[in-house]
């Protein structure tokens, strides 16, 4: 590609990074690419492959016009639609590390979406079965509190881990319920805390 192209195309990277708030290493996932990689493209000193464009492309639901011309030709973005990060794993039996490390978006019809913030984590781990599969996608709605018998995600372990229970509360203390009856309820209280995060609100599930 030419220098004018490469210019092109540089600016409408970083108006995609500025319109979607992410980072380089965070289209850098996307592409499938290194991040110095987009920091040459970024840079005009060197530009994507038509492979990684459409990756880039497909992903926020754009037309690969979007980044190849002049910014006055720019695709607007559907507002109807928005894009709901995922943030790693949480355990379902035994419960795991949930580093809230950025793993992409799921793009939502923003109407779909309850009021607050929220975000998807992807279930490991079986002891929420039936109910929730392994490997589902699971949305989650920042609140400190939920009622008897939902399902939320709660810290444990000194609010370094993380698991999905559904919650039981007996006067002074939470029994997080696997609905796997093959798994043990947990039980917090002041010996062994537990704080809620969020509410489950529904999942999907990837062929």
Not at 44 to 62: E, V, Y
Not at 78 to 93: H, R
Not at 98 to 116: H, I, M
């Amino acid at each position: 590609m030419n220098n004018d192209m490469q210019r092109i195309i540089s600016n409408n990277l970083q108006m995609l990074l500025k319109r979607y708030n992410i980072n380089q290493y965070q289209l850098a996932k996307i592409a499938g690419v290194s991040k110095s990689t987009v920091g040459k493209w970024i840079l005009g000193k060197s530009s994507p492959r038509m492979g990684a464009i459409q990756k880039i492309a497909d992903h926020f639901g754009l037309p690969k016009s979007y980044i190849l011309t002049e910014p006055s030709n720019l695709y607007e973005v559907n507002s109807e639609f928005v894009e709901v990060p995922i943030l790693g794993e949480i355990a379902c039996g035994k419960p795991i590390y949930a580093a809230e490390n950025f793993n992409g978006y799921r793009t939502e019809p923003r109407k779909s979406l309850p009021e607050g913030t929220t975000y998807y984590l992807k279930v490991k781990g079986d002891s929420m079965q039936p109910t929730i599969p392994q490997g589902a996608y699971v949305l989650i709605r920042e609140q400190p509190e939920v009622e008897n018998g939902e399902i939320a995600a709660v810290l444990v372990n000194g609010n370094t881990e993380a698991t999905l229970k559904r919650i039981n509360k007996q006067n002074n203390y939470l029994m997080l319920m696997p609905d796997n009856r093959h798994y043990d309820a947990i039980i917090a209280d002041k010996s062994n805390p537990a704080k809620i995060i969020g509410k489950a609100i529904r999942y999907t599930l990837d062929l």
